[in-house]
């Protein structure tokens, strides 16, 4: 495992989230750095526990490997983990990029945030920065990224249109998105790939290359730019009609 002596670097961007700086929100709920763009027609899972599974478990299981090998992550990337946790994947996408790489682990949680960041510090992953995101709102740096992972978090996602649309130039030239999820009801912590497909598309990325994994238990997804962005009032919402029609 790599490792190093010097002090690890974190940041954190202020984010607008309503319980803890009063973010005004509109009759329907939502944020008001959110209501230039559609809403979703879709219920959302509630937070969940920030450990989807023990890390032993899914160590044994070979999961972020598994994850990691069909990601084409190497070596000298720059990647960020969106809904890190507590650092599962975070830690092992450290040592996958080396020294040379960098991980920016990203989450809406203070609390989870701490947590993690004395992690990074007690096991001096010195490639790795913490950023504190939104729930409409990644807040990472424009033409930075090669990979963007978002694994078992898409379906907790409140304001999908918006934080995409604020995540498109995040990506580097090649940059992909990687989204790791279930075939499930959205408020069942899953989303059907079709629904998933439609809400990319619609932000103006294509789906490259899509896998079902039973020994993860979940399905692969690969996103990448294919056209110019919308604006906020061109993009349409997606509405699922039956698990394999979105209208």
Known sequence: MMKHSLSTFLFAALFCAPLLNGCSKNDEGRIETARDFPKA???????????????????????????????????????????????YYTVRLAERVGAKGRVVAQDISRDTLKRLGDRITRERWDNVSISEGAIDDPKLPANSF?????????????????????????????????VVDRD????????????????????????????????????????????????????KSCAIKNKNEVN
Request: with cysteine; charged share 25%.
């Open 41 to 87: 027609f879709r219920p959302v899972s509630p937070a969940g526990s920030t450990e989807f599974s023990t890390e032993a478990a899914r160590e044994e299981a070979g999961e972020a490997r598994t994850v990691m090998d069909w990601a084409d992550i190497k070596a000298g990337m720059t990647v960020s983990d969106i809904g890190a946790g507590e650092g």
């Open 146 to 178: 090669d990979r963007v992972l978002m694994v078992h978090m898409y379906h907790e996602v409140e304001e999908p249109y918006a934080l995409l649309w604020r995540l498109y130039p995040a990506l580097r030239k090649g940059g992909q998105v990687i």
């Open 184 to 235: 499930l009801p959205t408020d069942q912590h899953g989303i059907p790939p079709v629904l998933l497909f439609c809400e990319f598309e619609a932000l103006g990325f294509r789906l490259m290359e899509f896998a079902e994994t039973p020994d993860v238990g979940a399905y692969f997804a690969r996103f990448e730019r294919s056209k110019a962005r919308p604006s906020p009032k061109d993009i």
